[in-house]
């Protein structure tokens, strides 16, 4: 199936667009991708770190064992799809996908487009890593057809803000209404177009919706705002179905954060014994898994596994302090990681205690292997004969694992046991 793309396009009032950009490399043109070597017990990426002196703070934070499990068999279900970012499923087997530069797509389950949703959609800036962004399905959805999206709202000429909306969705009609904003950040200028972050996880429990909100970085000398009380960036935040801080949140400075000290969060899903996890971008080395806990600070960019852009040291050039976590893992040169999933399914259960992380520039599915005291006890890079960006990684009901890759002509890949 392909797409017909929609950039350069301008929605009326619903959507001002521009035209999207590949996001900003994490390192330099000199520093190869992450190295898929596949040399059992020994590790994935073999390249000296960036960071002079870097060290892990305990046993097994980083290059862990390469382990190959099992063969993986690819199916593309989909092609021609425009800087896809999200995809959620649907009931009868359907997909739902966001578009970055400003669509919803749906897809009957052998990947044919049935409908492309552009009408109501917020008024939305898409250029580099901003747009319409993630999405995510009310999980009552089968009774109240609501869903969850993220987009870079355009507030006025200089400024965007990152944004949640919920809207019910009619995927027989292809129709979109009662779109509403329920939560937006403070407006920052509009030349910023990186580390947006804004992935949704909703609680199992109370059905409360967890969000990422990148630092949007604007360079040398890196901003401090992600440990800055007075701002949702670089922040976790924690809020209900209607927009309102939830009941629980730890009083760390605005009412709606959880936690605080990201710089750019990517990838957030629920383990299936009910924690919180996450990933996010370093600078230049120093990506992080974290799992993510109530009032927590995860110190960016007081501590840091990672050096600036130019070289430079970030601060004072630390990898630890007291009363700042450490990441359970991190990579040091980068492999830019993006979307992510608990393995939860029957069809690998090799994968069992199993996260699934998508790579950008590395172009790689990592899977991590967790053991009992959460550390990362084996690693493997899975699709490296794909070569392309993964944007998103989602596990189905069908205990099927979906990829989307990323840019002008995205794919949708279904991955099973070969």
């Not at 994935?44 to 002079?52: F, G, L, N, Q, Y």
């Not at 892990?56 to 499990?69: C, D, E, M, S």
């Not at 999405?135 to 944004?163: C, E, G, K, Q, W």
């Amino acid at each position: 199936m392909n797409l017909t793309c929609k950039r350069w396009a301008l929605l009326g009032a619903a959507g001002l667009l521009s035209a999207p950009a590949v996001a900003t490399a994490q390192a330099p043109a000199g520093v190869p991708p992450i190295l898929k070597h596949t040399v059992e017990g020994q590790p994935v990426d073999s390249r000296p770190p960036e960071m002079a002196g870097d060290y892990p703070v305990f046993p097994g934070q980083t290059r862990a064992p390469y382990h190959k499990t099992t063969a993986v068999k690819v199916t593309v279900l989909a092609s021609g799809l425009d800087w896809p970012w999200s995809v959620a499923p649907l009931p009868g087997g359907r997909f739902l996908i966001t578009e970055k530069p400003g669509g919803f797509v749906i897809l009957d389950k052998d990947g044919a487009p049935q409908h492309t949703i552009t009408a109501n959609v917020p008024r939305l800036y898409a250029i580099g890593q901003s747009g319409l962004l993630d999405v995510v399905l009310d999980p009552a959805f089968t009774r109240n057809h609501r869903i969850f999206f993220t987009y870079m709202a355009v507030v006025d000429a200089d400024n965007t803000a990152i944004s949640v909306a919920r809207a019910t969705l009619d995927a027989d009609k292809g129709e979109l209404t009662d779109v509403r904003t329920i939560f937006q950040t403070a407006p920052y200028t509009i030349k910023v177009v990186t580390n947006a972050g804004s992935r949704i996880a909703i609680d199992p429990k109370d059905g409360t919706l967890f969000v990422t909100v990148g630092d949007r970085d604007r360079g040398v000398p890196v901003p401090m705002q992600a440990q800055q009380l007075d701002t949702y960036l670089g922040k976790v935040i924690h809020i209900s179905a209607d927009g309102q801080p939830a009941p629980d949140n730890p009083g760390l400075g605005l009412p709606d954060t959880w936690s605080l000290g990201h710089r750019s969060p990517e990838g957030l899903a629920f383990a299936p014994d009910g924690r919180l996890w996450e990933i996010e971008h370093g600078p230049r080395g120093g990506d992080e898994l974290n799992l993510i806990q109530k009032g927590k600070n995860y110190g960016w960019p007081v501590i840091t596994h990672g050096i600036d852009y130019s070289g430079a040291k970030i601060g004072e050039g630390i990898v630890e302090k007291p009363g700042l976590e450490q990441p359970r893992y991190y990579w040091d040169p980068v492999f830019a990681p993006s979307g992510m999933a608990f393995y939860k399914g029957a069809l690998f259960p090799q994968w069992r205690r199993s996260v699934l992380i998508g790579g950008l520039r590395s172009q790689v599915l990592i899977r991590l292997e967790l053991g009992k005291d959460d550390k990362v006890v084996n690693e493997e890079a899975l699709l490296t004969e794909v070569d392309k960006r993964i944007r998103d990684v989602r596990v189905f009901p069908d205990g099927a694992v979906y990829v989307l890759t990323d840019g002008a002509q995205g794919q949708l890949l279904k991955l099973t046991p070969n």
